[in-house]
């Protein structure tokens, strides 16, 4: 599915999913969670890119799009990976959705109590860029240098996220994902 997605797209975003997928399965295989679980929901977090080069519209398209096939899990996890503050205004790009569509994710949002596999999404969609592993602090730094501004609530969330997984792994999470220093 995301490879037919990326040929419909094509872009960066198929090389993140990869990695994402693949730093999620090394945190939960070392967590004692599902790394296949865990392996799917990082491939498949960005579908709604296939609809196209969107921001806060690609969470909107992934969320309705794997809620129409019944992949419930996977739908959660599109709705969840971008605001690990359960906040939508906390979005890093455009609202390129209509008011109600904001409205309906909102409601979603807030219905919504986190498990460990949506906040495993949640970090390692901030470690994993196209090229691989990147240090947590650098890709906060770098979409801050792109986007020209980072919410503060975010990047503290980002570091207790990180911070979470250590402890439930008991090891450097760099050392989980297999990043060179
Ligand atoms: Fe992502």
Request: net charge negative; proline share 2%; glycine share 8%.
């Amino acid at each position: 599915m995301l490879k037919e997605a990326a040929a419909l797209n094509p872009g960066p975003w198929e090389k993140h999913s990869l990695n994402v997928a693949l730093c999620a399965e090394n945190i939960a295989s070392a967590c004692g969670m599902d790394g296949e679980r865990a392996y799917v929901m990082g491939l498949m977090h960005d579908i709604g890119r296939r609809f196209g080069t969107r921001h806060l519209g690609h969470v909107y398209d992934g969320w309705k799009y794997m809620l129409s096939l019944g992949y419930k899990d996977i739908a959660r996890i599109c709705l969840t990976h971008s605001f690990c503050n359960k906040n939508l205004q906390d979005y890093i790009g455009n609202f390129d959705i209509t008011k109600a569509q904001i409205a309906e994710l909102e409601a979603a949002l807030a219905a919504t109590q986190f498990d460990e596999y949506d906040r495993l999404i949640q970090l390692c969609d901030a470690l994993g860029s196209a090229d691989g592993v990147v240090d947590i602090e650098e890709r906060m730094a770098d979409v801050k240098a792109r986007y020209g501004s980072y919410p503060q609530e975010k990047h503290d969330m980002n570091i207790a996220l990180k911070n979470r997984f250590e402890k439930l792994c008991g090891r450097n999470i760099y050392q989980v994902v297999g990043k060179q220093p």
